[in-house]
Protein backbone atom coordinates (compact mmCIF):
# COMPACT_ATOMS: atom_id res chain seq x y z
CA UNK A 1 0.00 0.00 0.00
CA UNK A 2 1.27 3.37 -0.89
CA UNK A 3 0.66 4.75 2.97
CA UNK A 4 2.24 1.79 4.27
CA UNK A 5 5.49 2.67 2.00
CA UNK A 6 5.29 5.98 2.34
CA UNK A 7 5.47 5.77 6.41
CA UNK A 8 8.10 3.30 5.79
CA UNK A 9 9.92 5.75 3.93
CA UNK A 10 9.76 8.52 5.95
CA UNK A 11 10.91 6.30 9.36
CA UNK A 12 14.23 5.82 7.12
CA UNK A 13 14.66 8.79 6.12
CA UNK A 14 14.13 10.21 10.23
CA UNK A 15 16.35 7.46 11.42
CA UNK A 16 20.32 9.08 11.78
CA UNK A 17 22.42 6.16 13.27
CA UNK A 18 25.41 5.55 11.29
CA UNK A 19 25.32 2.21 9.32
CA UNK A 20 27.44 -0.16 8.57
CA UNK A 21 31.31 0.23 8.61
CA UNK A 22 33.26 -0.61 5.55
CA UNK A 23 33.96 2.66 3.44
CA UNK A 24 36.60 1.91 1.07
CA UNK A 25 37.18 3.53 -1.91
CA UNK A 26 34.03 3.42 -4.49
CA UNK A 27 35.13 1.84 -8.49
CA UNK A 28 32.38 3.06 -11.27
CA UNK A 29 33.30 0.89 -13.85
CA UNK A 30 36.98 1.64 -15.11
CA UNK A 31 37.01 4.80 -13.02
CA UNK A 32 37.07 4.83 -9.80
CA UNK A 33 36.05 7.67 -7.64
CA UNK A 34 34.88 6.02 -4.11
CA UNK A 35 34.75 2.22 -3.64
CA UNK A 36 32.10 -0.39 -1.83
CA UNK A 37 30.28 2.52 -0.27
CA UNK A 38 28.90 2.15 3.33
CA UNK A 39 25.07 1.39 3.80
CA UNK A 40 23.30 4.50 5.22
CA UNK A 41 20.98 4.22 7.71
CA UNK A 42 17.88 4.69 5.49
CA UNK A 43 18.83 1.40 3.95
CA UNK A 44 20.44 2.36 0.62
CA UNK A 45 24.56 1.64 0.04
CA UNK A 46 25.95 4.77 -0.71
CA UNK A 47 28.84 5.07 -3.22
CA UNK A 48 30.22 7.77 -5.02
CA UNK A 49 28.22 5.57 -7.93
CA UNK A 50 25.22 5.41 -6.75
CA UNK A 51 25.37 9.20 -5.20
CA UNK A 52 25.75 10.58 -8.68
CA UNK A 53 22.49 8.94 -9.96
CA UNK A 54 20.86 11.49 -7.74
CA UNK A 55 20.20 14.28 -10.29
CA UNK A 56 20.84 17.01 -7.26
CA UNK A 57 24.40 15.43 -6.73
CA UNK A 58 25.64 15.32 -10.28
CA UNK A 59 24.47 19.06 -10.59
CA UNK A 60 26.26 20.21 -7.66
CA UNK A 61 29.31 18.35 -9.05
CA UNK A 62 29.01 19.27 -12.43
CA UNK A 63 28.28 23.07 -11.82
CA UNK A 64 31.35 23.18 -8.97
CA UNK A 65 33.65 21.23 -11.47
CA UNK A 66 32.60 22.68 -14.74
CA UNK A 67 33.21 26.51 -13.62
CA UNK A 68 36.55 26.01 -12.52
CA UNK A 69 37.68 23.57 -15.61
CA UNK A 70 36.13 26.61 -17.52
CA UNK A 71 38.08 29.72 -16.01
CA UNK A 72 40.83 31.21 -17.99
CA UNK A 73 44.23 29.80 -15.94
CA UNK A 74 48.04 31.59 -16.59
CA UNK A 75 51.30 31.02 -15.10
CA UNK A 76 52.80 34.03 -13.74
CA UNK A 77 56.23 35.52 -13.05
CA UNK A 78 56.14 38.88 -10.75
CA UNK A 79 58.52 41.70 -11.49
CA UNK A 80 60.51 43.83 -9.21
CA UNK A 81 58.50 46.83 -10.19
CA UNK A 82 55.44 45.05 -9.40
CA UNK A 83 53.96 43.82 -12.93
CA UNK A 84 53.63 40.67 -13.72
CA UNK A 85 54.23 38.48 -17.11
CA UNK A 86 52.17 35.77 -18.29
CA UNK A 87 54.82 33.05 -19.10
CA UNK A 88 54.94 31.25 -22.68
CA UNK A 89 57.64 27.99 -21.42
CA UNK A 90 56.56 23.96 -20.79
CA UNK A 91 55.34 24.26 -17.06
CA UNK A 92 52.67 27.21 -18.38
CA UNK A 93 51.69 24.67 -21.24
CA UNK A 94 51.21 21.59 -19.16
CA UNK A 95 49.24 23.70 -16.93
CA UNK A 96 47.23 25.72 -18.86
CA UNK A 97 46.68 23.59 -22.62
CA UNK A 98 47.56 20.32 -22.56
CA UNK A 99 48.63 18.26 -19.20
CA UNK A 100 48.94 14.83 -21.27
CA UNK A 101 48.29 13.80 -25.03
CA UNK A 102 44.77 12.91 -24.18
CA UNK A 103 43.59 16.05 -22.49
CA UNK A 104 42.99 19.57 -22.21
CA UNK A 105 43.24 21.91 -19.50
CA UNK A 106 39.56 22.15 -19.62
CA UNK A 107 39.47 18.10 -19.29
CA UNK A 108 41.97 18.00 -16.31
CA UNK A 109 41.05 20.44 -14.16
CA UNK A 110 37.52 19.56 -14.50
CA UNK A 111 38.12 15.91 -13.48
CA UNK A 112 40.04 17.26 -10.74
CA UNK A 113 38.20 19.40 -9.15
CA UNK A 114 35.35 16.72 -9.40
CA UNK A 115 37.65 13.93 -7.67
CA UNK A 116 38.26 16.34 -4.49
CA UNK A 117 34.51 16.98 -4.37
CA UNK A 118 33.57 13.63 -4.47
CA UNK A 119 36.17 11.96 -2.62
CA UNK A 120 38.25 14.77 -1.09
CA UNK A 121 41.53 14.18 -2.94
CA UNK A 122 42.23 14.36 -6.58
CA UNK A 123 45.43 12.77 -7.95
CA UNK A 124 47.79 13.02 -11.31
CA UNK A 125 50.78 11.13 -11.73
CA UNK A 126 53.84 13.48 -12.78
CA UNK A 127 55.47 12.79 -16.15
CA UNK A 128 59.01 13.41 -16.02
CA UNK A 129 62.25 13.00 -18.29
CA UNK A 130 64.66 13.44 -15.88
CA UNK A 131 63.86 16.22 -13.35
CA UNK A 132 62.03 18.18 -16.26
CA UNK A 133 57.90 17.86 -15.69
CA UNK A 134 57.24 17.03 -19.16
CA UNK A 135 53.15 15.83 -18.11
CA UNK A 136 50.20 15.37 -15.49
CA UNK A 137 48.56 12.02 -16.16
CA UNK A 138 45.19 11.19 -13.51
CA UNK A 139 45.57 8.59 -11.38
CA UNK A 140 42.36 6.48 -10.45
CA UNK A 141 41.88 3.56 -7.75
CA UNK A 142 44.85 5.35 -5.63
CA UNK A 143 45.59 4.54 -2.04
CA UNK A 144 47.45 6.58 -0.01
CA UNK A 145 49.79 5.32 2.62
CA UNK A 146 50.99 7.63 5.10
CA UNK A 147 55.11 7.83 5.76
CA UNK A 148 56.80 8.71 8.78
CA UNK A 149 58.03 12.23 7.39
CA UNK A 150 54.21 13.24 7.17
CA UNK A 151 53.99 12.95 3.40
CA UNK A 152 52.68 9.98 1.36
CA UNK A 153 53.74 7.01 -0.90
CA UNK A 154 50.76 5.99 -3.24
CA UNK A 155 49.47 2.65 -4.57
CA UNK A 156 47.94 3.01 -7.44
CA UNK A 157 45.78 0.27 -9.35
CA UNK A 158 47.03 -0.22 -13.50
CA UNK A 159 44.86 -1.19 -16.11
CA UNK A 160 45.51 -4.89 -15.94
CA UNK A 161 44.64 -4.91 -12.09
CA UNK A 162 48.36 -4.84 -10.27
CA UNK A 163 49.24 -2.47 -8.18
CA UNK A 164 52.34 -0.40 -8.33
CA UNK A 165 53.40 2.25 -5.64
CA UNK A 166 54.27 5.39 -6.59
CA UNK A 167 56.47 8.04 -4.32
CA UNK A 168 55.61 11.39 -2.94
CA UNK A 169 57.56 13.34 -5.42
CA UNK A 170 55.88 11.28 -8.56
CA UNK A 171 52.48 12.10 -7.67
CA UNK A 172 50.76 15.45 -7.64
CA UNK A 173 47.98 15.46 -4.76
CA UNK A 174 45.29 17.74 -4.56
CA UNK A 175 43.82 17.86 -1.10
CA UNK A 176 39.86 19.19 -0.62
CA UNK A 177 38.49 20.23 2.81
CA UNK A 178 39.59 19.24 5.80
CA UNK A 179 42.76 17.83 5.31
CA UNK A 180 44.23 18.90 8.55
CA UNK A 181 45.96 15.10 8.04
CA UNK A 182 47.41 15.26 4.78
CA UNK A 183 43.93 14.09 3.48
CA UNK A 184 40.66 15.73 2.45
CA UNK A 185 37.40 14.81 3.52
CA UNK A 186 34.97 12.95 1.51
CA UNK A 187 31.20 14.90 0.84
CA UNK A 188 30.09 11.25 0.04
CA UNK A 189 31.49 9.43 3.23
CA UNK A 190 30.52 11.83 5.72
CA UNK A 191 27.13 12.68 4.04
CA UNK A 192 26.28 8.89 3.48
CA UNK A 193 23.18 9.16 5.49
CA UNK A 194 21.79 12.57 3.30
CA UNK A 195 22.64 10.30 0.48
CA UNK A 196 20.98 7.26 1.66
CA UNK A 197 17.79 9.25 2.43
CA UNK A 198 17.76 10.59 -1.11
CA UNK A 199 18.15 7.52 -2.86
CA UNK A 200 15.24 5.60 -0.44
CA UNK A 201 13.22 9.10 -1.44
CA UNK A 202 13.91 8.00 -5.00
CA UNK A 203 13.31 4.65 -4.31
CA UNK A 204 9.74 5.19 -2.73
CA UNK A 205 8.73 7.78 -5.33
CA UNK A 206 9.45 5.31 -8.02
CA UNK A 207 7.42 2.76 -6.75
CA UNK A 208 4.48 5.21 -6.54
CA UNK A 209 5.01 6.29 -9.97
CA UNK A 210 5.28 2.91 -11.16
CA UNK A 211 2.18 2.42 -10.34
CA UNK A 212 0.95 5.35 -12.33
CA UNK A 213 -0.12 6.99 -9.71
CA UNK A 214 -3.34 5.13 -9.09
CA UNK A 215 -4.60 4.92 -5.75
CA UNK A 216 -4.43 1.67 -4.01
CA UNK A 217 -7.73 0.09 -3.17
CA UNK A 218 -9.40 -3.44 -1.98
CA UNK A 219 -11.69 -5.99 -3.58
CA UNK A 220 -14.75 -7.08 -1.94
CA UNK A 221 -16.93 -9.88 -2.43
CA UNK A 222 -19.34 -12.09 0.30
CA UNK A 223 -17.85 -15.15 -1.47
CA UNK A 224 -14.40 -16.88 -0.73
CA UNK A 225 -12.26 -17.22 -3.33
CA UNK A 226 -10.62 -20.69 -3.66
CA UNK A 227 -6.58 -20.73 -4.26
CA UNK A 228 -6.87 -21.08 -8.25
CA UNK A 229 -9.71 -18.43 -8.14
CA UNK A 230 -7.23 -16.05 -6.52
CA UNK A 231 -4.71 -16.67 -9.09
CA UNK A 232 -6.53 -16.00 -11.73
CA UNK A 233 -7.99 -12.83 -10.10
CA UNK A 234 -4.47 -11.75 -9.89
CA UNK A 235 -3.66 -12.18 -13.55
CA UNK A 236 -6.41 -10.40 -14.59
CA UNK A 237 -5.54 -6.98 -12.01
CA UNK A 238 -2.52 -7.02 -13.60
CA UNK A 239 -3.84 -6.12 -17.12
CA UNK A 240 -4.68 -2.96 -15.56
CA UNK A 241 -1.94 -2.34 -13.07
CA UNK A 242 1.34 0.23 -14.30
CA UNK A 243 1.30 3.55 -15.35
CA UNK A 244 1.02 2.64 -19.00
CA UNK A 245 -2.51 0.78 -18.10
CA UNK A 246 -4.17 3.96 -16.47
CA UNK A 247 -7.15 4.45 -17.17
CA UNK A 248 -8.55 1.43 -18.42
CA UNK A 249 -12.01 0.49 -17.49
CA UNK A 250 -12.48 -2.68 -15.04
CA UNK A 251 -15.24 -5.21 -15.15
CA UNK A 252 -16.18 -6.82 -11.98
CA UNK A 253 -18.30 -9.85 -11.72
CA UNK A 254 -19.39 -12.92 -9.21
CA UNK A 255 -20.22 -10.32 -6.51
CA UNK A 256 -17.00 -8.55 -6.50
CA UNK A 257 -16.64 -4.47 -4.91
CA UNK A 258 -13.35 -2.36 -5.36
CA UNK A 259 -13.05 0.14 -3.26
CA UNK A 260 -10.00 2.43 -3.96
CA UNK A 261 -8.24 4.31 -1.28
CA UNK A 262 -7.65 8.06 -2.29
CA UNK A 263 -4.42 7.86 -1.45
CA UNK A 264 -1.12 9.87 -3.58
CA UNK A 265 2.15 10.92 -3.65
CA UNK A 266 1.46 14.64 -2.53
CA UNK A 267 -0.60 13.08 0.73
CA UNK A 268 2.21 10.45 1.36
CA UNK A 269 4.42 13.50 1.83
CA UNK A 270 7.02 12.32 -0.80
CA UNK A 271 7.03 15.54 -2.67
CA UNK A 272 7.92 17.55 0.16
CA UNK A 273 10.91 14.89 1.47
CA UNK A 274 12.16 14.79 -2.76
CA UNK A 275 12.43 18.85 -2.05
CA UNK A 276 14.53 18.66 1.40
CA UNK A 277 16.23 16.18 -0.14
CA UNK A 278 17.95 18.44 -2.89
CA UNK A 279 18.35 21.05 -0.45
CA UNK A 280 20.20 18.52 1.86
CA UNK A 281 22.33 17.23 -1.21
CA UNK A 282 23.78 20.83 -2.52
CA UNK A 283 24.24 21.65 1.17
CA UNK A 284 27.20 18.47 1.14
CA UNK A 285 28.72 20.58 -2.08
CA UNK A 286 28.42 23.90 -0.89
CA UNK A 287 26.26 24.57 -3.86
CA UNK A 288 23.00 26.89 -3.44
CA UNK A 289 19.93 24.90 -4.68
CA UNK A 290 19.06 27.78 -7.40
CA UNK A 291 22.43 26.67 -9.06
CA UNK A 292 21.06 23.33 -10.19
CA UNK A 293 17.54 24.91 -11.04
CA UNK A 294 16.13 23.92 -8.13
CA UNK A 295 13.99 27.31 -6.70
CA UNK A 296 12.50 27.68 -3.13
CA UNK A 297 9.20 28.33 -2.62
CA UNK A 298 8.23 31.98 -4.11
CA UNK A 299 11.87 32.43 -5.13
CA UNK A 300 12.02 33.08 -9.10
CA UNK A 301 14.86 31.82 -11.22
CA UNK A 302 15.98 35.41 -12.22
CA UNK A 303 16.70 38.83 -10.45
CA UNK A 304 18.80 40.76 -8.65
CA UNK A 305 18.55 38.11 -5.05
CA UNK A 306 19.41 35.46 -7.25
CA UNK A 307 22.34 37.71 -8.78
CA UNK A 308 23.70 37.90 -5.21
CA UNK A 309 23.27 34.28 -4.46
CA UNK A 310 25.61 33.54 -7.48
CA UNK A 311 28.44 36.03 -6.22
CA UNK A 312 28.03 34.27 -2.72
CA UNK A 313 28.74 31.31 -4.37
CA UNK A 314 31.07 32.26 -6.45
CA UNK A 315 33.18 34.04 -3.51
CA UNK A 316 32.55 31.12 -0.91
CA UNK A 317 32.07 27.96 -2.76
CA UNK A 318 34.32 28.20 -6.27
CA UNK A 319 37.36 30.69 -4.67
CA UNK A 320 38.54 28.21 -1.71
CA UNK A 321 38.29 25.52 -4.58
CA UNK A 322 41.14 27.94 -6.83
CA UNK A 323 42.80 28.99 -4.17
CA UNK A 324 43.47 25.22 -3.19
CA UNK A 325 44.47 24.29 -6.94
CA UNK A 326 46.85 27.59 -7.05
CA UNK A 327 48.64 26.93 -4.08
CA UNK A 328 49.14 22.72 -4.71
CA UNK A 329 50.51 23.53 -7.90
CA UNK A 330 53.11 26.78 -5.81
CA UNK A 331 54.45 23.59 -3.63
CA UNK A 332 54.57 21.34 -5.42
CA UNK A 333 54.58 21.67 -9.00
CA UNK A 334 56.72 25.18 -9.45
CA UNK A 335 60.46 24.69 -9.25
CA UNK A 336 61.84 25.62 -5.67
CA UNK A 337 64.33 27.97 -7.35
CA UNK A 338 61.22 30.17 -8.91
CA UNK A 339 58.85 29.93 -5.67
CA UNK A 340 58.16 33.37 -4.81
CA UNK A 341 57.96 34.69 -8.51
CA UNK A 342 56.36 32.54 -10.03
CA UNK A 343 52.34 30.90 -9.56
CA UNK A 344 49.14 30.18 -11.10
CA UNK A 345 46.33 32.40 -11.45
CA UNK A 346 42.75 31.42 -12.28
CA UNK A 347 41.01 35.07 -13.85
CA UNK A 348 37.78 34.98 -11.16
CA UNK A 349 36.87 37.66 -13.46
CA UNK A 350 35.44 35.17 -16.23
CA UNK A 351 33.09 34.30 -13.45
CA UNK A 352 31.38 38.08 -13.54
CA UNK A 353 29.15 38.37 -16.24
CA UNK A 354 27.49 41.22 -17.31
CA UNK A 355 24.23 42.12 -19.28
CA UNK A 356 25.44 44.68 -22.18
CA UNK A 357 24.07 47.79 -20.27
CA UNK A 358 25.97 47.21 -17.16
CA UNK A 359 29.32 45.69 -19.19
CA UNK A 360 29.02 48.90 -21.32
CA UNK A 361 28.91 51.35 -17.98
CA UNK A 362 31.36 49.75 -16.11
CA UNK A 363 33.99 49.77 -19.09
CA UNK A 364 32.81 53.40 -19.59
CA UNK A 365 34.00 54.22 -16.44
CA UNK A 366 37.29 52.21 -16.54
CA UNK A 367 38.34 54.19 -19.21
CA UNK A 368 37.51 57.76 -18.60
CA UNK A 369 38.38 56.96 -14.83
CA UNK A 370 41.77 56.35 -16.59
CA UNK A 371 42.19 52.65 -15.60
CA UNK A 372 42.05 50.69 -18.53
CA UNK A 373 42.60 52.06 -21.84
CA UNK A 374 40.45 52.10 -24.66
CA UNK A 375 42.01 48.97 -26.25
CA UNK A 376 41.79 47.07 -22.73
CA UNK A 377 38.50 47.60 -22.81
CA UNK A 378 37.83 46.52 -26.71
CA UNK A 379 39.77 42.69 -25.74
CA UNK A 380 36.85 42.64 -22.82
CA UNK A 381 34.25 42.84 -25.55
CA UNK A 382 36.78 40.39 -28.16
CA UNK A 383 37.18 43.08 -30.28
CA UNK A 384 40.55 44.17 -32.01
CA UNK A 385 43.40 46.05 -30.65
CA UNK A 386 43.49 49.13 -32.26
CA UNK A 387 46.89 50.39 -31.01
CA UNK A 388 48.33 53.69 -31.11
CA UNK A 389 46.29 56.39 -28.76
CA UNK A 390 43.93 53.71 -27.96
CA UNK A 391 46.60 52.04 -25.54
CA UNK A 392 46.88 55.30 -24.26
CA UNK A 393 44.89 55.79 -20.42
CA UNK A 394 42.91 58.99 -20.66
CA UNK A 395 40.88 60.53 -18.04
CA UNK A 396 37.85 62.62 -18.33
CA UNK A 397 38.22 66.11 -16.49
CA UNK A 398 35.55 67.56 -15.05
CA UNK A 399 36.98 70.75 -14.27
CA UNK A 400 40.07 72.06 -15.30
CA UNK A 401 41.64 76.08 -14.85
CA UNK A 402 40.41 78.68 -17.39
CA UNK A 403 43.65 79.47 -18.77
CA UNK A 404 43.78 76.01 -20.02
CA UNK A 405 40.53 76.29 -22.10
CA UNK A 406 41.27 75.33 -25.84
CA UNK A 407 44.33 73.75 -25.22
CA UNK A 408 46.00 70.29 -25.31
CA UNK A 409 46.55 69.29 -21.49
Known sequence: MIRALAKSTARKLMQLAVGESGWLTLSGGNTPFLGGGAVSAAGPRVSGEAALKLSAAWGCVTRNAQVIGSLPVGLYEKQTDGSRVRLDNELSRILTAAPNPGQTALEFWEGMAAQVQMQGNAYAERLTIGRRLVGLRPLFGVVPEPRSDGRFNYSVLNADGRRRRLRPDEVFHLRGFGAGDGLGLSAIKYGVNSFGAALAADEAAGSVFGGGLMASGILKSEQTLTPDQRKALGGILDQYTGSRRAGKIMTLEAGLEFQPLQINAEDAQLLETRRFQVEDVCRWFGVPPIIIGHAGQGQTMWGTGVEAIMLAWLTTGINPQLRRIEARVLRDLIPAEKRGRW???????????????????????????????SDEAREKLNLERRGGAADDLRAQVATAPIETLGKEI
Open 343 to 373: YLEFNREAMLQMDSKAKADFLSKMVSGGIMS
